[in-house]
């Protein structure tokens, strides 16, 4: 995962995402590591690669205007019906300072927009909080707006938080992990955090029939506690 700060006190470089629902596993399950989420600070010039970006609200409209003048010179020069139609609704959102990422696009549209390299067609947050908030403290914010949550795996080499879109299937979800789970997945064990810590601990959470058998179509939930069964 692949971020570009903008106007925001964040060191350029790989950041491990702190999260206080793994602290509170961790207490529960004992394991010789605990490892959370890890994303990587991008600098400036490397924005057109990032995912997402997390922006101090001074530079929205900076953003805004780079994308409008694109589109206003392109549309100068376009001749086909359609693009210039799609430039025409790009224009119109832009100039009601809104970003590209807030149309909805035919697959056409997307393939086409995808060639424009538009700053603001990419996630965005916008940060307009003191910049002295701690960094943790943004990125969680910004994964979280951006329309990621986590899973966690827990075991005695490691507890650990995974980084998924929202939406993201249980068969998907085995594939972060690896792609021999995904394979041979069988059934995902789930326990909900909020009654994996109500029972303080997994013995307990399934005695009391929290643990439910989901298939490979389970939508992920935030905080979704994960054993993943598969043929190896």
């Known amino acids: ?9 964040l060191s350029i470089g790989k950041h491990s995402v702190k999260d206080v629902r793994l602290d509170q596993l961790h207490q529960l399950v004992s394991a010789k590591k605990k490892t959370y989420v890890q994303v990587e600070i991008v600098p400036q010039q490397d924005l057109k690669d ?7 609200e001074d530079f929205r409209l900076e953003l805004i205007l780079k994308d409008l003048e694109f589109v206003e010179t392109r549309l100068s020069r376009a001749t086909e019906d359609k693009e210039i139609q799609l430039l025409k609704r790009l224009k119109e959102a832009l100039e009601q300072e809104k970003f590209a990422s807030t149309l909805s696009f035919s697959c056409e549209e997307k393939a086409l927009i995808s060639t424009y390299g538009l700053v603001t067609s990419k996630p965005i947050v916008v940060v ?3 910049t002295a908030v701690e ?37 998907e979800a085995a594939g972060c992990i690896h792609s021999d789970i995904q394979r041979g997945f069988i059934r995902a064990e789930i326990i909900a955090f ?16 929290f643990m439910r058998l989901e298939p490979k179509e389970y939508i992920m939930q935030d905080a979704d506690i994960v054993n993943f069964r598969f043929n190896k």
């Open 194 to 209: 909020e009654d994996f810590i109500k029972t303080k601990g997994e013995s307990e959470a399934k005695r009391q029939g």
């Open 50 to 56: 990032a995912d997402y970006l997390l922006v101090n």
């Open 128 to 130: 307009s909080k003191d």
């Open 1 to 9: 995962m692949k971020i570009c700060v903008l106007g925001l006190d």
């Open 135 to 171: 960094p943790d403290v943004l990125l969680a914010q910004a994964l979280k707006e951006s329309g990621y949550i986590s899973f966690f795996t827990l075991g005695d080499k490691e507890n650990r938080a995974w980084l998924i879109k929202k939406g993201t299937t249980a068969l």
